[in-house]
């Protein structure tokens, strides 16, 4: 269930897929491939009647490396609904894998250095200004590609964690920026494919559903194996009560002072919303934690830095790109993974509890 590469995580989506009897439709990825010319997709299942009322939809590989933890829980998902009959009046969508060049080349962000869960703004409106993020990245980064420098970032993050200002840093550039395309948490300039894609997969998948209940998987911010759902939609901060009446914790709402996540700026699952106007939409964040915050920010910015300096293949890069893997994805930790199961188990059981009694 937990893969090493992006092509076995499809694989065993598919085999899941096809032994639940779940409808499948793949879309073929046009921009890039795996580093051995493998192509790319994005797959979508869907179970109960086309037309329910109520929808369960869970997002896998927003941030492309994350998606090893949510391929996992959906792939669980799909195998303990088997003998489960969901009726004419629910309906779960699992889309695997919306940012398929990040899921299968290591990289948290997109082909274009676009964090996905940046990228959901209004791009007809002026781009976000956000010196804040922009300083820290800026502040983390290696000034060129030596050793010297890489070093020095090194002894920058230890300061940061030594004077207890590692989560002061972290937490400037989670909003993230929109003016440095190679940098840190960069949101892009126009809408990406798997942007675009997702709002098509939305008005197609939940063009008549009346409530629905969205968990977008991710890893990397909180304790390791604690699953944190985030709710991340400024009107959700209305609905709290709701929030906290079908959900066990933890739960909080993003950028208050008890969550684990700063306020970002166009993450996901905020455009679900605005694409099915009609419905009651209850959208979060399912983060994982993995390792601490000083090996996570580490891992980014390292990878980030040799991703600018480094062509494919170079052992810096390669290394980057695991010290990546393993900062978003306890590989080979079974407590950890059983921890997510059931984690996403609860969070699942209970989203379908308040939608089936909601009719
Ligand atoms: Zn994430």
Redesign the pocket.
């Known amino acids: 269930m937990f893969a090493s590469t992006y092509l076995q995580a499809r694989d065993a989506f598919l085999k899941a897929v096809s032994i639940a009897d779940a409808r499948l439709e793949t879309i073929a990825f046009p921009n890039g491939s795996t580093k051995n010319g493998d192509d790319l997709f994005v797959d979508i299942a869907s179970i109960g009647s086309k037309s329910a009322p109520n929808v369960i939809l869970c997002i896998s590989g927003?941030?492309g490396v994350?998606g090893f933890a949510g391929s996992a829980c959906q792939i669980d998902i799909l195998e303990r609904l088997i003998d489960e009959d969901f009726g004419s009046d629910l309906k779960l969508v699992l889309i695997h894998s919306i940012n398929p060049f990040g899921f299968a080349n290591g990289r948290?962000v997109n082909e274009d250095n676009i964090d996905l869960?940046r990228n959901f703004i209004d791009f007809s409106q002026p781009l976000p200004d956000n010196d804040r993020a922009i300083q820290a990245a800026a502040n983390l980064m290696p000034i060129n590609g030596t050793l010297e420098a890489y070093h020095k970032t090194e002894k920058y993050i230890q300061l940061l964690l030594d004077t207890n200002k590692i989560y002061q840093v972290a937490s400037d550039l989670q909003p993230g920026q929109f003016q440095d395309e190679a940098g840190l948490f960069y949101g892009g300039r126009e809408p990406s494919w798997s942007h675009e894609t997702f709002r098509k997969l939305c008005s197609k998948y939940l063009s008549d559903a009346k409530n629905i209940v969205a968990i977008d998987y991710?890893?990397?911010?909180g304790e390791t194996g604690v699953g944190e759902l985030i709710f991340v939609s400024p009107h959700q901060r209305e609905v709290t009560k709701k929030i906290e009446s079908i959900f066990t914790g933890p739960l909080s709402i993003a950028g208050a002072e008890d969550s684990v996540s700063s306020e970002v700026t166009g993450p996901l699952i905020s455009s679900i919303a605005d694409e099915v106007p009609q419905s009651d939409v209850l959208a979060a964040?399912l983060?994982f934690g993995t390792c601490p915050l000083q090996d996570v920010v580490w891992a980014l910015v390292i990878e980030n830095w040799a991703t600018r300096y480094f062509s494919e293949g170079h052992p810096l890069l390669i290394d980057a790109r695991a010290q990546l893997k393993k900062a978003?994805y306890c590989e080979g930790n079974e407590h950890w993974q059983r921890a997510i199961i059931g984690r996403s188990e609860q969070v699942f059981e209970e989203a379908k509890n308040y939608l089936m009694n909601n009719t």
């Open positions: 927003t941030h994350e948290r869960n991710h890893t990397g911010l964040a983060e978003f």
